[in-house]
């Protein structure tokens, strides 16, 4: 779990460089799909699939 969780940090950081710099590529797609990756594993993944799930639900309301 504490792997994970600095994995993402790190991810986290690096993604939001890349975001900073306008420096969209490959590179920064890659770094978005791994921290997408390491934050599934931790312990934020119910909540936010709770989060995206109510957004959905108010998406479909409109």
């Known amino acids: 779990m504490i792997v994970s969780v600095s994995a ?3 991810l986290a950081v690096i993604v939001v ?3 900073r710099q306008r420096a969209v590529g490959i590179g920064s797609a890659l770094a978005c799909a791994a921290f ?3 934050l599934a594993s931790t312990g934020l993944a119910p909540a936010i699939k709770q989060f ?3 957004v959905a639900s108010l998406a479909s309301l409109v």
Do not use: D, K, Q, R
């Open 52 to 54: 995206l799930t109510a």
């Open 17 to 19: 460089v890349l975001l």
């Open 36 to 38: 997408g990756f390491c």
């Open 8 to 10: 993402a940090l790190l």
